[in-house]
């Protein structure tokens, strides 16, 4: 039957950044959406807190560039003129030895695409050595690897895993080289392999396939203005959007929400909704640093730290250097962002910033400061239902738009018979009731 009015609607469970995407693209198809959230806000990882007067990104600050969905999705929503790139310094690597070097430039997700002094520096002569072998090795080698560690291990050894790959990944998608599937993180590295013969020849071929500019970009103002937009979205396309209303005893046709039981297509967007989720802790430190220091010599846009390092947090994104528009609100002074794994106090993570950044920061020059816990789902999904958000698509806000608005489309592509839908109206006769 044609979709419309007296279709039911489908329910979608979870307001973070992957349920406002999927609920907004099946109610701009003609879909009545109803949007229930646990919580007393939408955003999920994605929201803002504001310190010294700053407007900051608490959770996820940046979308990975080589992957079209956000800008897309931003220039839909009329931000096109508000995304901006980053300083193009780059990272640096902090190394088990105490070292800090920028990463090199000519890579993807720390896999090096050419041998030069930057490299061996990072690596020592005979690691180096190791990775241009890999121009010798036979094209097959590797090609059945399902993780992104274990193509890197084969083709161009440990070192580059520990040192290079693990950094990048553990900093941006939170999870190891060898936890992360090659399909969902380095599409088209293995079809690259096969064609180009070497994985150094690979990454420099997807290099120069990715549009111009920096791997990664964001929103003047952060990215939480992407959860404003979406907002107002939903409510110009009437969804009915629910906070504060967790849902139980959910089914692939139905949830309940208090008292009343909402009949429709269930998508979920949140993890443990249907069993017990894998989730991981997550913590976010920024601090608030007034030393002139840190602006005169920054680390580039911030260091990634190499397993062994002395320091707890796993990556450190200096937010004022990153940023043209946050520098200028900032006026002064300087934002410093870091990851750890678990809870930490801000004197940890105060020192932990001093270390990787080479200039002492003490106490008294902390004007305020902020720690953020997040709880994480890990990558698995549910072939019950349709699932969206970070357990289907991976982590990253780029994965989590684009898959979404995939599932969006699968959804409104078999949703001209709706058998659900059939069959629920000839049992309750109605698109809602109370129990």
């Known amino acids: 039957m044609p979709l419309g009015s007296t279709a039911l609607p489908f329910i979608v469970i979870g307001g973070g950044v992957a349920g406002l995407v999927v609920a907004r693209d099946l109610a701009i198809a003609g879909e009545r959406v109803v949007l229930v959230e646990a919580t007393d806000r939408l955003g999920g990882q994605v929201r803002r807190h504001r310190l010294a007067g700053l407007d900051l990104d608490a959770g996820a600050e940046a979308y990975a560039a080589r992957n079209p969905s956000v800008p897309e999705l931003a220039r839909e929503l009329g931000l096109a003129g508000e995304l901006v790139s980053p300083n193009p310094a780059g990272s640096w690597l902090f190394t088990a030895e105490s070292d800090a070097y920028p990463l090199p430039a000519t890579s993807l997700l720390g896999i090096p695409a050419v041998i030069d002094e930057q490299l061996e520096r990072v690596l020592g002569a005979q690691a180096t050595a190791r990775v241009a072998a890999d121009a010798e090795l036979p094209a097959e080698l590797g090609a059945d690897a399902v993780t992104l560690g274990e193509l890197v291990r084969v083709r161009m050894g440990e070192a580059v895993v520990d040192r290079l790959v693990a950094p990048v990944t553990t900093g941006v998608h939170s999870a190891h080289p060898d936890a992360l599937p090659l399909d969902r993180v380095a599409p088209g590295l293995l079809a690259a392999l096969a064609r180009e013969g070497s994985l150094a020849a690979a990454v420099r071929t997807l290099r120069d396939q990715a549009p111009a500019g920096s791997a990664v970009g964001g929103i003047r103002g952060g990215m939480a203005r992407l959860v404003d937009e979406l907002e107002r979205e939903l409510a110009r396309l009437s969804v009915d959007v629910r906070v504060g209303a967790p849902a139980e005893d959910v089914t692939p046709t139905s949830i309940r929400v208090g008292a009343e039981r909402l009949l429709g297509t269930v998508v979920v967007a949140a993890p443990g909704v249907l069993a017990p989720a894998s989730i ?5 430190v920024t601090l608030i640093v007034e030393r002139p220091e840190l ?6 846009s911030g260091v990634l730290v190499a397993p062994g390092a002395p320091v707890t947090a796993r990556a450190l994104t200096h937010q004022s250097a990153k940023w043209d528009w946050l520098a200028h609100a900032a006026a002064g002074l300087d934002v410093l962002r870091l990851s750890y794994e678990h809870p930490v106090p801000t004197d940890t993570a105060r020192g932990d910033a001093t270390t990787l ?8 020059d902390i004007v305020e ?18 699932q969206v958000g970070e357990a289907a698509s991976g982590t990253g806000l780029a994965s989590v738009v684009q898959h979404a608005r995939a599932t969006a489309r699968r959804l409104l592509a078999v949703g001209g018979t709706r058998e659900d839908d059939v069959r629920l109206k000839r049992e309750k006769g109605s698109t809602t009731n109370d129990d």
């Not at 602006?295 to 580039?300: H, S, V």
């Open 369 to 386: 400061s902020a720690v953020v816990e997040w709880q994480r789902s890990a990558i698995e999904a549910s072939a019950a239902h349709p």
């Open 357 to 364: 950044l080479g200039v002492t920061i003490r106490p008294r």
């Open 295 to 300: 602006a005169a010599a920054p680390r580039g």
């Open 280 to 284: 991981r802790p997550a913590t976010v």
